[in-house]
């Protein structure tokens, strides 16, 4: 009878402390641990293939002190993970190459500096050419503010979304993230948002649309017209300085003719590429069009001469 008693005792208690969440819990719910939710995502600068991925939880107000997971972006430069968020809360992502130069970059402008492996140097010219991957350390550097929605939308980190985190001081609130994103979108006229920015495929890659085509173009080549060096390191920090001291990109200081400029002999550097080859005469037709007819528009607004005013060349001079 007395065992009998000591064991309905403790059912007993054993009942009580699961109903209050008993067991150290402080009185909490054991619904209230972290839950564990999947992290997706790319890093472009061009591609970053074997990069060194950190990711901070972070509040407003806040800057980022110690990451709460290190990861490896893959050979097409993407990256995934467990991290114990939920939905709305804030992460900063930074995407670098390794100290130890084991990270590649693929070249998505026309040039970007000189080679360094001979074996990634496809033509042998010691020039990193469009097309060719090159050897990276952690001077290349992208980041991104995040607000987190679920493991179904991707994290995507490039050189707009490290544009705008450096403008920040401090975390920004969700609201002023959105803010500086549709502001940048339509600074550059993308299809797209900055935080919704595939990358630039290379051919190892699946197609992306043509608006997403068009975008990372556009991007490529405000990088190439503001970045004044073939060193993509040194690019990239001065076109983020450039932001930082004016987000709105003004007119008057940054030339529309030359960003499309660029974008057009990016396009002309893809007409031989597989990625043109999956796509239909007619949205090669589109892109080109649509480029070329917001340079002639951006020319004539600049008082500049558009590409098809240019004098042609005799051809020993090409």
């Known amino acids: 009878m007395t065992n009998y ?11 009580f402390l699961t109903a209050c969440g008993g067991g150290g819990g402080g009185g909490g719910s054991s619904d209230d641990r972290p839950v564990s939710n999947p992290v997706n995502g790319s890093a472009s600068k061009g591609i970053i ?3 060194a991925v950190s990711v901070w939880q972070v509040s407003a107000g806040q800057r980022p002190v110690t990451p709460i997971a290190q990861w490896q972006t893959s050979d097409i430069g993407e990256f995934s993970g467990n991290l114990p968020v939920t939905s709305g809360q804030m992460l900063y992502v930074e995407v670098r190459g390794n100290a ?3 990270s590649t970059m693929y070249c998505d402008l026309p040039s ?6 001979p074996a990634l140097d496809a033509n042998q010219n010691g020039i990193v050419d469009f097309g060719e991957w090159t050897a990276i350390d952690d001077d290349i550097v992208i980041s991104a503010y995040v607000q987190y929605q679920g493991g179904s939308i991707p994290v995507r980190v490039n050189l707009l979304t490290h544009m705008v985190s450096q403008s920040f001081e401090n975390t920004p609130t969700s609201d002023e993230l959105e803010e500086a994103y549709e502001e940048l979108q339509a600074r550059l006229e993308l299809s797209n948002m900055p935080d919704q920015l595939v990358p630039f495929p290379s051919e190892e890659t699946q197609p992306i649309t043509i ?24 690019a990239v920090a001065t076109v983020a300085g450039i932001y930082q001291q004016d987000p709105e ?11 499309t400029r660029h974008a ?8 031989g590429s597989p990625l043109f080859q999956e796509l239909t005469p007619e949205e090669v037709s589109s892109l080109t069009e649509d480029l070329n007819q917001r340079h002639d528009e951006a020319a004539e607004d600049e ?3 558009s590409l098809s005013d240019l004098p042609m060349l005799p051809p020993e001079l090409l």
């Not at 008693?5 to 009942?15: G, Q, R």
């Not at 057009?264 to 007409?271: C, H």
């Open 211 to 234: 608006n997403q085509l068009k975008d990372n173009l556009v991007v490529q080549g405000l990088l190439a017209n503001l970045g004044a060096t073939t060193q993509v390191a040194e």
């Open 49 to 51: 293939a074997q990069g």
């Open 249 to 259: 990109l003004a007119s008057d200081t940054i030339s529309d003719a030359d960003i």
């Open 5 to 15: 008693l000591k064991l309905s005792s403790v059912a007993l208690l054993i009942s």
């Open 100 to 102: 130890d130069g084991s």
């Open 303 to 305: 008082n500049k001469l």
């Open 264 to 271: 057009i002999e990016l396009t002309e550097l893809l007409e």
């Open 112 to 117: 970007c500096g000189q080679a360094t492996s």
